[in-house]
Structures are given as structure tokens and as C-alpha cells.
């Protein structure tokens, strides 16, 4: 059983829970977007996978075209943090998650879909110069090929542990990295949380390698632009 876990759950306050007994919950949610876009009511525990919209945007099908030129267009990670003091129910994206809790925490894919906005009053934008630093943590790491103009979805360290690794790039808040569960945790108002499926599920899925789940989004900039270019021109703009 891990003691970081443990220490983690320790200090959770009052989180996000998924509603109608999702049996899930997490104190930390972030949502990718672009500068002018306003809050898509989408928000993910997973900061990696909010960077890649951030970075890339929707593909809402199969046929869906690149747009972002990060020549023009600004990322922006916006944060939400629970509350103190009360539980904060908030509906799972059940089309994104699809199956069900279990299947999607074993492929990396807890989401809320929360159109009421009940997340958006607790959420902050994150600054610039901290988006900038996590993309150019991308470009210095093998999750993007530079000679080939190309973002992969796995990053191996060379000291042997890509879960340590994966926080430095990512950038996480303090006692929220992989160690500690990326603040996805069981529902501790249930009985015996520890023993449940939801546990054994977040177990299984942070002993494995992270991976950089961009499949939902267009995974490429136009223009010819590169990730460079929204590290400059992020620094530049300083919000």
C-alpha cells in the first residue's frame, strides 16, 4: 500500500466528487483552452491531458482539421481547487469516459462535464511563464521530436523512473503528482474506499508508465509553427 497515498489522502479537504455516486473524487481539475475561448464545461484531474487541448484543441470527429498556430494562438491552463468545507458534486463526462469509472481510470481518461458551471467559480488561470515552462519541459524531453516536428505520446527517463520524470515535465502542484495519485483518489465517504474497484484500478494505472493521451485532440500546429513558438511568445505576453 503507498505511504504517499496515504499521505496525500491525509490532506485532502473537501473535493470534487463525481455525482450520483461515482464513487471518485479529486480536489484538483484543470481545462484546457485557448486565449477568447470561453469555459467548455470540460475539466480532467489529468494536467497533461488539459495541456494537450490547450496545445492542440478538440477533434470533436475523425474528420476534424488542425487550427491552432501557436503563431496566433495562446494556450491557457486554467486550475480549480476544492473547496474547504463541503463536497462538490459534479457530473462525470460519461461520452468521454464511456464504460463507466474503472474502464476509464484504466485508460488514463477521468473527465467532468459540468455545463452549470459549478467548477468555474473555484478555478484561477494558470500564469504564462508556468505554461511556457511545461512546453518547453516537452520540447527538452522525448515527448517531442524536434527533427521531425513531432509530439509522442511516451517519455523514458534515463535514471529508470518515468513517473518522477513525467511531474518534472508536467509541473504538478505540490503533493499532487503521480507519487500522489495526480488527486484522483476513492470516494472516502464510502465504506472501506481502500477495498473497492476504483482503488485497485488507480493502483494498477500509476504503477504503469504515463502516457501522453492526445488522441482526442488534433495533435499537431499549423502554420508552421512549432512549440517553440508558444514558449516565446507566451514569455513575451506575461499573463
Do not use: C
Not at 466528487?17 to 486565449?35: A, S
Not at 467548477?119 to 488561470?125: D, F, H, L, N, T
Amino acid at each position: 500500500m503507498s505511504e504517499a497515498f496515504h499521505q496525500a489522502w491525509s490532506l485532502l479537504k473537501m473535493p470534487f466528487v463525481i455525482e450520483d455516486g461515482g464513487n471518485l473524487q479529486t480536489d484538483i481539475l484543470y481545462q484546457g483552452r485557448r486565449t477568447g475561448d470561453k469555459n467548455t464545461g470540460y475539466w480532467t484531474p489529468h494536467k497533461s491531458k488539459a495541456l494537450a487541448y490547450a496545445m492542440f484543441g478538440p477533434r470533436n470527429d475523425w474528420k476534424g482539421s488542425p487550427f491552432v498556430d501557436a503563431n496566433v494562438h495562446y494556450p491557457e491552463l486554467h486550475m480549480a481547487r476544492a473547496p474547504k468545507g463541503e463536497y462538490v458534486e459534479v457530473p462525470e463526462d460519461e461520452e468521454y469516459m464511456g464504460g463507466g469509472i474503472v474502464p476509464a481510470i484504466e485508460r488514463g481518461r477521468v473527465a467532468f462535464h459540468d455545463p452549470d458551471g459549478i467548477v468555474e467559480p473555484y478555478s484561477q488561470k494558470l500564469p504564462d511563464e508556468h505554461v511556457a515552462q511545461i512546453i518547453q519541459n516537452i520540447i527538452d524531453s522525448d515527448l517531442y521530436d524536434e527533427e521531425m516536428d513531432d509530439f509522442e505520446e511516451q517519455h523514458y527517463d534515463d535514471e529508470g523512473d518515468e513517473n518522477e520524470a513525467w511531474d518534472r515535465i508536467f509541473l504538478p502542484p505540490k503533493g499532487a503528482g503521480h507519487d500522489y495519485w495526480e488527486t484522483i483518489y476513492p470516494d472516502n465517504r464510502r465504506d472501506d474506499p481502500e477495498g473497492s474497484r476504483v482503488y485497485e484500478a488507480l493502483e494498477e494505472f500509476y504503477s504503469e508508465q504515463p502516457l501522453w493521451d492526445k488522441i482526442t485532440t488534433n495533435d499537431m500546429l499549423i502554420g508552421g509553427s512549432t512549440p517553440h513558438d508558444f514558449v516565446r511568445r507566451l514569455k513575451e505576453r506575461g499573463q
